[in-house]
């Protein structure tokens, strides 16, 4: 097997190879830190290359494989990155600010040692937007994240970093963060299944979330399975947390094998007061509607409630945590100094105000999607845009775009449910395509099922981005 096809095989089959030691946890990691030093200066995926911890946790792990090779986690030897928000314990944790760039982690974050606890090996931090707060990666001070498809395109953000390293070869699986989008666009952007889990599903613990329930961390795969499996490992409650539930039973690996029943499935392309979703995204969301139905399930057109309401709440809880962050708003990039000073014109009666909103809309949003075993929505209302493209725009001009662009994501980190981003096609100019399937409350486990069914109706883990396949084998 060449070095390229090794590095774009789903996370769980490289996890195969190596409990059947056909390959090692070396073999990979090496194969994936040689693509790394060699592409990413082209893609801007990686903030931090852990290569001397990755190498050493390779070798301890390929030399356990020898002395204890049974009861093995689904993932053990996988690689995977992790998100420059999220702190590793002895790497700089630079929150996409180039002043940080030398602030080192003294701890793990919790998901991060679910991570090692699992049996992954981080190869590093990639790129986020400056605090996580835009969706595209480009932070002052660091090379913009691109897209692998059309490197003149953005990847999405916040966790740009993460899916461009994942679509181009750079590691096996990618973790990540979503508190408007963040997962899902980028998912979207390159090709990816994401998921937004459901609040309380993954912890935040040992610090906690500043934006009132609304992000969650969660997975990027190449497949669903893949997905599924890194879901499992992230999920869990840790004493004291403001959120949580149940662990699934059998988990969301596991319940895969188990086709969904007929589900009774709503769809839209339309969300106003945005508008219609791009006629190509459109198109992919009807593809889908066709797809359900060929596999048994009934789908409806619907009317998604109107999210004018929801859009000021949002933006105010979106803004204000910039001033909780410890941040000095004068390291801030041009749109985060705009946003760090609106918020400062907000009392607390306002903002106190603005999550009553929020949990309004919420309610009203869980109330329409409740007959319905999923939703088919657009992830974002139009494909991706170029890297630099909203560069020169007054900030008041960014946020209308931003928020013209990423409409359906919010309203789902607003109610908590689950959503999931999945691959459905390439626009004109080479860069992927999706939809977003939504589930009830805490049921990730029908979104992860259906989306399974269309996995298999219509793969897509075979296709590479050509900047990433030149072939040297290992």
Not at 199 to 220: C, H, K, T
Not at 363 to 392: N, S
Request: net charge negative; proline share 9%.
């Amino acid at each position: 097997m060449n070095s390229v096809d090794l590095a774009f095989l789903p996370a769980l089959e490289q996890a195969r190879l190596i409990r059947n030691k056909e390959i090692s946890p070396l073999d990979l990691t090496e194969n994936y830190l040689e693509r790394i030093e060699r592409l990413n200066p082209s893609l801007g995926a990686y903030v931090t290359v852990m290569a001397e911890q990755a190498l050493a946790d390779a070798r301890a792990k390929t030399e356990h494989l020898v002395s204890n090779p049974e009861d093995l986690p689904p993932l053990f030897g996988v690689t995977v990155s992790v998100k420059d928000l999220n702190p590793v314990e002895g790497v700089p944790c630079a929150y996409g600010l180039r002043v940080a760039c030398d602030r080192i982690a003294p701890q793990d974050d919790y998901i991060v040692s679910k991570l090692r606890q699992a049996g992954m090996i981080i190869l590093g931090k990639t790129a986020t937007s400056q605090l996580g707060s835009l969706p595209y990666t480009e932070p002052p001070g660091f090379p913009p994240a691109r897209n692998p498809w059309n490197l003149d395109y953005t990847p999405g953000g916040s966790s740009g970093g993460g899916a461009a390293a994942l679509a181009a070869g750079l590691c096996a699986i990618s973790q990540g963060s979503d508190g408007g989008g963040s997962l899902r666009g980028p998912a979207f952007c390159c090709g990816l299944v994401g998921m937004k889990s459901s609040r309380g599903r993954i912890s935040f613990s040992p610090v906690g979330e500043r934006l009132n329930g609304l992000a969650v961390n969660g997975p990027l795969g190449r497949t669903v399975a893949d997905t599924a499996a890194l879901l499992d490992v992230l999920s869990g409650y840790e004493l004291g947390d403001p959120y949580w539930l149940p662990d699934p039973e059998p988990s969301f690996l596991a319940g895969l094998a188990t086709p969904p029943r007929p589900l009774r499935i709503g769809y839209a392309t339309r969300l106003d007061p945005i508008g219609e979703v791009d006629p190509i995204c459109r198109q992919a969301i009807y593809e889908t509607v066709q797809q359900v139905e060929d596999l048994g399930h009934s789908a409806e057109e619907v009317t998604f409630p109107d999210l004018e309401a929801l859009i000021e709440p949002f933006v105010v809880l979106w803004e204000c945590v910039l001033t909780e962050v410890g941040v000095p708003w004068i390291v801030m990039e041009k749109m985060n100094r705009w946003l760090y000073w609106r918020a400062w014109r907000i009392n607390s009666g306002a903002y106190l105000q603005a999550v009553a909103k929020l949990q309004i809309m919420a309610r009203q949003i869980v109330q329409f999607c409740h007959p319905y075993d999923a939703l088919i929505l657009p992830v974002y209302m139009h494909p991706t845009i170029k890297v630099g493209e909203w560069k020169g725009l007054r900030s008041p001009k960014i946020l209308a775009n931003v928020i013209n662009w990423v409409a359906p994501c919010p309203p789902f980190n607003a109610s908590g449910q689950p959503a999931l981003a999945i691959p459905r096609g390439f626009a004109p100019s080479g860069v992927p395509i999706g939809v977003q399937l939504v589930g009830r409350p805490a049921d990730e486990a029908t979104l992860l099922a259906l989306a399974a069914q269309l996995e298999r109706v219509s793969p897509w883990s075979h296709h590479r981005p050509a900047f990433a396949t030149e072939a040297d084998g290992i």
